[in-house]
Structures are given as structure tokens and as C-alpha cells.
Antibody, heavy 120, light 110 residues
């Protein structure tokens, strides 16, 4: 069974940093692109970033470019999102997701999400 | 304002057929395949249609997807109360070099 488990969310002051992790199991991690999607309270889904399976390519939404960094450790089957210079508008639930295969494909498996609150 | 546009709401009675549209442009829907996600209240999204018209494993055949030019649609036939949820279309955008989600359509089963 394919599983994705996010961790690392929490309360952080504006300007602070957090590192989210997504531990996966049930598939060959390095064969698939992975991404992060967030959802602000009461709002829609917002794509943040995608990384190719071989770690060669990364893509970012303008809203987080330069502040967030996606990475992966294929030896540990873990996806990361380093979030710096956090703002109040970064508050929400952060989901990691597995692509069908490539970065342009659908996200076919999602984690349960981890909550991030940015407040002083 | 999202790059791809969905109606904010849709509704139908049990047994009816409803459709949800997703309108984009040459840099996204016209070029790449469209995916549809269902999000039940308080839960993570899940894919129901990928690559324009492919039902994901376990998705009832009441759900179907189609695409023409720069527009796509999700159709649900034989509407059931359990279909009440938020539905999102999503597609890769060449100009933005990333995924764009529609704003979501809240489906109400009357």
C-alpha cells in the first residue's frame, strides 16, 4: 500500500523557518516526481512545488519562489520542503503528493496534511 | 484569479447528471492533460480523473472527464449524496512552469 506521511508543521513567528518532511512507503520513491500543495483555511488548493524523480529538476509557484526549497532523499524515501521567511499568508495545511510519473502528471496519492500557522 | 476557471458552485438532485467546467488557455489545458480532484470536507484531496478522461482506481464509472481545446469538463451521472464535495481541476502550465488549480467547485446534492 502506498503511504505518504507529512510531519514538521506547527506554529512559527513571521520571518521564521520550518522544514516539512514527507516519509513515503509502498513504491520506488526515486521513480516518481513529488510535489507539495497547500490549502489556506477555507480556501482552495494551491500548488507550491514539484521535484522530478531523479532530483534533477525543481519547479516553484511564484508565491514561494526564493523562500521555499523542495528536496528529496531517495535513499531515505523522504521528501522535504524548507520554508524560510514565512508570512502570515503561508498559513494552511500542507500536503505532499506523489505524481503518476512525471512532473506534468496528476498527483495520484496524497498525504493527510500537516498544519502550519504563522503568527507572533 | 486563477489561470484556469471553474464555476464556484454546482448542484443537482439525486440521480441527476451534473457537469463542472474548467476553462483555460493554450499554455495549459490546450497543451497538457487535465486532472480532477475531489475533496470531501475535512479530508485530503484525491484524484478521480487523470489524463483528461482516465478514471483512477476505485472511482465509480459515474464519473467521467473530457477535454476539447482549452476547456475540460467533469461529468457525474446518477448523482448521489456522497458526491457532495469540492471539485478541482488542475493542469500543468507551460508559461508558469508549474501546476495550476482551478478555484474549486462546491457541489451540493439537494
Amino acid at each position: 500500500e502506498v503511504k505518504l506521511l507529512e510531519s514538521g508543521g506547527g506554529l512559527v513567528p513571521p520571518g521564521g523557518s520550518l522544514r516539512l518532511s514527507c516519509a513515503v512507503s509502498g513504491f520506488t520513491f526515486s521513480n516518481y516526481a513529488m510535489g507539495w500543495v497547500r490549502q489556506a483555511p477555507g480556501k482552495g488548493l494551491e500548488w507550491l512545488s514539484t521535484i522530478s524523480g531523479d532530483d534533477a529538476d525543481t519547479f516553484y509557484a511564484d508565491a514561494v519562489k526564493g523562500r521555499f526549497t523542495i528536496s528529496r532523499d531517495n535513499s531515505r524515501s523522504t521528501l522535504f520542503l524548507q520554508m524560510n521567511s514565512l508570512r502570515a499568508e503561508d498559513r494552511g495545511t500542507y500536503y505532499c503528493a506523489k505524481a503518476l510519473y512525471y512532473e506534468t502528471d496528476a498527483f495520484v496519492v496524497w498525504g493527510q496534511g500537516t498544519r502550519v500557522t504563522v503568527s507572533s | 484569479q486563477s489561470v484556469v476557471t471553474q464555476p464556484p458552485s454546482a448542484s443537482g438532485t439525486p440521480g441527476q447528471r451534473v457537469t463542472i467546467s474548467c476553462s483555460g488557455s493554450s499554455s495549459n489545458i490546450e497543451t497538457y492533460t487535465v486532472n480532477w480532484y475531489q475533496q470531501l470536507p475535512g479530508t485530503a484531496p484525491k484524484v478521480i480523473i487523470y489524463a483528461n478522461n482516465q478514471r483512477f482506481s476505485g472511482v465509480p464509472d459515474r464519473f467521467s472527464g473530457s477535454k476539447t481545446g482549452a476547456s475540460a469538463s467533469l461529468a457525474i451521472t446518477g448523482l448521489q449524496s456522497e458526491d457532495e464535495a469540492e471539485y478541482y481541476c488542475a493542469v500543468w502550465d507551460d508559461r508558469l512552469r508549474g501546476v495550476v488549480f482551478g478555484g474549486g467547485t462546491k457541489l451540493t446534492v439537494l
